[in-house]
C-alpha cells in the first residue's frame, strides 16, 4: 500500500499537459502487477486459544 502511494503522489508532480493520461494509467497498472508479482511475506498462523467451559453442576439424585 506504501508503494501505491509513493507512485499517487509521484504523478500528482507532474503537469497535465507533460505526459498522456493514457500513459500515465498504463505505467500505473504495471507497478500494480509488479507489486503483486512480490506476495507479502507468509505470516505464521495464529495460535487458538482453548475456549473454557463452565463446569456442569450435577446434582444429587435421590
Keep these: 500500500m506504501d508503494t501505491l502511494h509513493r ?6 508532480t507532474e503537469t497535465k499537459s507533460s ?3 493514457l500513459t500515465v ?6 507497478h ?4 503483486q508479482r512480490n506476495p507479502p511475506a507468509a505470516r505464521a498462523p ?8 463452565k463446569p456442569v453442576k450435577r446434582g444429587r439424585k435421590g
Design 46 to 53: 495464529r495460535a487458538k486459544s482453548q475456549t473454557r467451559r
Design 25 to 30: 494509467f498504463r505505467e500505473f497498472l504495471a
Design 32 to 35: 500494480l502487477d509488479r507489486a
Design 19 to 21: 505526459r498522456d493520461h
Design 7 to 12: 507512485v499517487l503522489r509521484s504523478f500528482g
